[in-house]
């Protein structure tokens, strides 16, 4: 008999599994919308504040990483000379900075044109906590897919920003206008 009520269990959990699915994605996205910081870590610059779960606050040393990044590419230079130059100058990418280890290391990553753009075009930077820009697939798949601009959660004025509003709008309007161009 328990043979028999196997595709019957299976499919009653399949279903209970996707109804909890559902239930804790509303509640995230609840969070979300309510400026709360959900991420397992926030990105360089940022750590989680221990007095108020789900706000940022500014750590030091990644915070002038990322101030460094915007300085160099509002002097002049394109995304990959960005990358470059960060490169050359033993700067810690983000990765060797999570958990708030920031520091100069003596074997110093590589930066990517790629890791210069994520933060370049974060609203996070500018004070706005950005979400939802990267989404799971389904409960049963692990891949995540990117999304369009139009479909991230951004709360303004949530946090303490690391660069001003008119510096993050003229990166944007600089950024944009190299993408169009192909850069």
Known sequence: MGIALFPFLTAA??????DISRKV???LSSRKWEGKFIGASP???YEKDPAERGHLIVEAQGAEIVRHVFRLYLAGGSII???????EQGVPTPAQCKGGACGRTRF????SDTMVRRILTNPTYAGHLTQNRREKVNY??????????SAWIV??????PLVSQPEFDRVQNHCFESIEEGE
């Open 140 to 149: 049963k798949v692990e891949q995540r897919v990117a999304l369009p601009q």
């Open 155 to 160: 709360v303004p004025n949530t946090h303490e």
């Open 81 to 87: 000379g960005v990358a470059k130059a960060l490169t």
């Open 25 to 27: 994605r509303a509640a």
């Open 43 to 45: 990105p360089i610059g």
């Open 13 to 18: 959990n399949d279903f209970y599994t996707a």
């Open 108 to 111: 110093p990553g590589v930066w």
